[in-house]
């Protein structure tokens, strides 16, 4: 039991000390990031635009630095998956000093409004941006019905 008040303070000086060599080996150690654990988890995520073009979708996703043949994008009715990885580009017989951009893998999945008809659907990557083009399924799209 503590009987003075020097004793309390020696033992929240203890505790400082601890805290600033655990801030030494670990530099963000007991900071908080300020984002929830959700946004966090969504910046490994691409971040994706859904436009409807009346008779088609647009699908717009950033993948900076991914090649085509790492991805893999799956349609089947109204729904859509996109996937890939990113491997590290080192060349062969050189040694690595510093690693910041290293494998990277992805997976995303999106429930469209409607149907797609995915025989007719296109997709092309250009300056670090996959763009779908996916035609709506005939029974998805609008009619003009006139009124007799």
Do not use: C
Not at 6 to 30: H, T
Not at 34 to 48: D, L, R, V
Not at 91 to 103: C, D, K, L, M, W
Not at 109 to 117: I, K, R
């Amino acid at each position: 039991m503590w009987s003075r008040l020097s004793d309390i303070d020696r033992m929240f000086n203890a505790m400082n000390l601890l805290q600033s060599r655990m801030d030494k080996i670990y530099g963000d150690y007991g900071t908080s990031r300020g984002f929830p654990a959700s946004w966090i988890a969504a910046e490994s995520m691409p971040k994706t635009n859904l436009y409807d073009l009346g008779d088609r979708f647009e699908v717009v996703a950033e993948l900076p630095g991914f090649l085509k043949e790492n991805l893999d994008i799956k349609i089947q009715g109204n729904y859509l998956e996109l996937s890939g990885n990113h491997q590290p580009d080192a060349p062969e017989n050189y040694s690595v000093h510093r690693v910041e951009r290293g494998t990277t893998s992805f997976s995303r999945s999106f429930t469209l409004p409607s149907d797609v008809d995915s025989e007719k659907a296109e997709a092309s990557l250009k300056n670090g941006l996959l763009k779908l083009n996916l035609p709506k399924a005939e029974a998805a799209k609008p009619k003009q019905i006139t009124v007799k």
